[in-house]
């Protein structure tokens, strides 16, 4: 049946719900193959140590064990694994990340032994039988002690633990310093956090001697990136090789990476002859899955005395951990230092990134990524510099915006942003919390005792990774574009298979309604297919809020070619001009005559039987995209956080959280609003609770549930939302991401908030996580900034 109906911008319920909350979705967990065996790795519990002898012979004498393997039965065979983005004029050193470490751990988690046996409890049973002679070496686990002379060294390829020294200029920084009238400058700690999604790692293996082939099923958010990396780490030539992710239950960037065990696990899957299986526990996944943030960074803003930004320079230590995971080099540096100036009109900008290698969990993409650095870094230092001003935050912010007009807008960082209208979002946000109330609630509840405050944060980001030809210059090696195939059946029903692999996000729904607008299909009528190689176009996967504006984009442009060639083959059929068919609501029709009319899927069968089609029209409705789209995606908005601090306890209680984001056009508003909320929730956790926290002998003090502070929905306060709607001028279909937005806003609104409420005691700056604690030693003068 023909279909009139506009599906983009309505809630319609994701379709993948009903398997996910049935349990009925696909993990790799799930997966049985015949004659499965499972793997277990052993991991160091030094921070750094000599290995000087493993011993497997207890081990390999248990009932039930398949094999025992080190570093020096895999490193032949097992690659080290690549790093991905090589960014430039940086100095970059990437030391060996073997699968199994040989002769040297170099922080608690590192694996040393992996066991294969009958069943996963034997195969964890046998770990504590290798005896494994360590000889403990000196730890570091802070980045700028690391850096310091004497400190212990992790790589000999990386003298002072230097992985790198990133330098951002634009505009002329140094001038615009020397003239300004006021320099506000501050230290800041960005925590480091533990991405803590529902699944797991988790991996399984398969070798078809007959084919030489390999299956690997894997939580992965980007399975063509798996294929081509592990395809290096391995020597499987990429054709052989078949990556398959089917449901991942949430990735929030750390299934990125390609990890040494998944690398180990192909590997033994194909000695060995028969499938294996691994899948990690949450202490295994809080200890060698890779962490997120963790910036010292040092902040100066330059302005004049009326509150005019004139520049930015931050120095930023980053802590890598003990090697370069996959993305890792990007995430502190181009996607830090690029979006440096936020929203607002400054003439320079300097970002200086120190990557230093210390004795923990290595450090890669984390929901934001680079971008909740920034963003907080300077919305924190907008506000100090508006309380050294004394002026209103809102204000301060409303004099330095980019003004509406004046898009697309060059940065001092050199990026060109598409579209905006920061004004708009802030009014909104501030008109949703009756702003001029609030501060004389604030004022009466101050002559009360009590401490109320509020907190800003207008945050820009960069988002939709891509264009390749930019991305490759910033040194990630593979272009980032979108891809997609739509087919449509002879039945008129449509496939749609993308090059994305959404993890949560719920592109199988959003998708759908793109495909189903431009091809006039009832949305039940589409399926998304995503998330395996060999059956997908060749793609990059789902992070950096990518996958609506450039899957999404891709779908739109193929669905384009679709009803051009459906609309060649109704004009054959209906023996009129191409020029004269209309396509409304389904159908082809002559103009003036609508009676003479195909629907699309009349076309969609005239197309596969083939019987008369126009001249130089193939059989099948069906095409491809591959979309490099011109520039990123830059969404933006304004949130607002108030809180109450209780003086006695230093508890914070956030009392209103007020949102307001602009991801452009927008698919499925629901879909944004929970997108929103999520991230906000991972923001304010930052914010108020999480922290990776080591001892000074690199052990992992929170690797468990108990010990990392994970909000459940009884710590969420209720987010209010709202948008405002400016889309891309360049992208097919208006769009901008959303998935990272709240992540990236949400901090800053917090400890300005907190702060605000401090203002009383003097305190200018606090270090995320904004503990009881902290809070109470800042009111009774304890480590005010
Ligand atoms: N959307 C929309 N209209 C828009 C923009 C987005 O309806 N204008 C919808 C999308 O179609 C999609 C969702 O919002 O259903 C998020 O889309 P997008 O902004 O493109 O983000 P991605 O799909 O690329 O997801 C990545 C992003 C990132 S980087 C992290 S980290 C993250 C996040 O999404 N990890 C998540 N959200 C997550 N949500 C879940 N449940 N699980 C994760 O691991």
């Not at 040297?104 to 034997?122: H, I, L």
């Not at 997108?675 to 080591?694: D, F, I, K, N």
Request: glycine share 10%; net charge negative; charged share 25%.
């Amino acid at each position: 049946m023909a279909q009139a109906k506009k599906y983009v911008g309505t809630s319609l319920p994701r379709k993948e719900d009903a398997r996910f909350i049935t349990g009925t979705g696909s993990y790799v967990a799930d997966m049985a193959l015949p004659g499965m065996a499972y793997a277990a790795f052993l991991r160091s519990p030094y921070a750094h140590a000599k290995v000087k002898k493993v011993d497997v012979t207890a081990a390999k004498e248990l009932p039930g064990i398949v094999g025992v393997f080190t570093g020096a039965d895999l490193k032949d065979d097992v690659g080290p694994i690549p790093t991905a983005w090589l960014i430039p004029d940086a100095d970059l050193k990437t030391p060996p990340y073997p699968a199994v470490a040989v002769d040297r751990v170099r922080y608690a988690g590192d694996a040393v032994a992996v066991v294969v046996a009958e069943d996963p409890y034997v195969a964890r049973d046998a770990l504590d039988l290798i005896d494994v002679d360590y000889e403990p070496l000196p730890v570091v686990v802070d980045q700028e002690e690391a850096l310091r002379k004497g400190a212990p060294q992790l790589h000999d390829e990386a003298p002072g633990n230097l992985a790198f020294k990133w330098v951002l200029e634009g505009g002329d920084v140094d001038k615009v310093f020397q003239e300004a009238e006021v320099v506000e400058e501050q230290r800041m700690v960005n925590q480091r956090l533990q991405p803590s999604a529902m699944e797991p790692r988790a991996a399984v293996a398969q070798w078809d001697a007959g084919e030489e082939r390999l299956t690997l099923w894997v939580t992965s958010q980007n399975p063509h990136i798996h294929r081509l990396l592990l395809s290096i780490v391995l020597g499987v030539p990429e054709q052989k090789l078949r990556v398959i992710s089917p449901d991942v239950g949430g990735g929030f960037g750390s299934k990125i990476p390609v990890y040494p065990w998944e690398a180990a696990v192909s590997y033994l899957a194909r000695r060995l002859g028969r499938p294996v299986k691994w899948v990690e526990s949450r202490t295994e996944n809080y200890q060698a899955t890779i962490h997120g943030r963790d910036h010292v960074q040092y902040v100066q803003l330059a302005a004049k005395k009326d509150g005019t930004i004139l520049g930015i320079k931050i120095k930023a230590i980053a802590n890598m951990g003990a090697y370069v995971s996959t993305a890792a080099p990007g995430i502190p540096t181009i996607l830090f230092g690029f979006i440096v100036s936020g929203a607002y009109a400054m003439k320079a900008s300097r970002a200086e990134v120190h990557g230093v290698f210390t004795n923990t969990t290595p450090t890669d993409a984390y929901r934001g990524a680079g971008r909740p650095e920034a963003s907080y870094a300077l919305e924190r230092m907008v506000d100090i510099l508006a309380g050294k001003l004394g002026m209103d935050p809102a204000e301060i912010r409303r004099k330095n915006f980019i003004p509406k007009d004046a898009f697309p807008y060059q940065v001092c960082t050199g990026l060109t942003y598409d579209s905006g209208n920061y004004q708009e979002a802030l009014e909104k946000a501030l008109k949703m919390l009756d702003y001029g109330k609030f501060r004389e609630e604030q004022a009466k509840a101050r002559e009360e005792g009590r401490l109320l405050g509020i907190g800003f944060s207008t945050y820009v980001e960069m988002c939709g990774l891509a264009p390749s030809p930019v991305c490759t210059a910033l040194g990630f090696q593979g272009g980032l574009w979108g891809s997609s195939t739509i087919r449509v059946h002879p039945t008129g029903k449509a496939s749609v298979y993308t090059g994305a692999h959404p993890h949560g996000q719920g592109e199988e729904t959003t998708f759908a309604q793109i495909a189903a607008d431009e091809l006039s299909i009832p949305v039940e009528d589409i399926e998304i297919i995503h998330g395996d190689t060999d059956m997908t176009p060749m793609g990059m996967g789902t992070y950096g809020s990518r996958t609506t504006p450039v899957e999404g984009g891709s779908i739109a442009l193929s669905a384009r070619k679709v009803v051009e060639k459906a609309r060649k083959i109704a004009a054959h059929l209906l023996e009129a001009r191409e020029e004269d068919m209309v396509f409304e609501e389904g159908k082809f029709s002559v103009k003036g005559a609508p009676d003479r009319a195909k629907t699309i899927q009349e076309v969609a069968f005239a197309a596969y039987m083939a019987t008369s089609l126009p001249e130089g029209v193939e059989p099948i409705l069906e095409a491809t995209t591959f979309y490099d789209p011109e520039n990123f995606v830059f969404p933006f908005g304004t949130h607002i956080c108030q809180v109450e601090v209780d003086p006695e306890t230093g508890e914070v209680e956030i009392q209103r959280y007020v949102a307001v984001d602009d991801c452009g056009t927008i698919i499925n508003p629901q879909i944004v609003e929970g997108q929103v909320h999520g991230g906000v929730l991972q923001g304010l956790a930052q914010a108020l609770w999480e922290e990776a926290r080591y001892d000074k002998d690199g052990n992992l003090l929170t690797s468990s549930f108990l010990e990392y502070m994970m909000p459940t929905a009884l710590e969420s306060p209720t987010i209010e939302t709202d948008k405002t709607v400016t889309p891309s001028p360049h992208n097919p279909a208006g769009l901008k991401g959303v998935g990272e937005t709240g992540t990236i806003a949400a901090s800053q609104a917090v400890v300005n908030a907190v702060v605000d409420a401090l203002e009383p005691y003097g305190v200018v700056h606090l270090d995320m996580p904004l503990t009881p604690e902290k809070v109470w030693g800042a009111i009774h003068g304890q480590g005010t900034g």
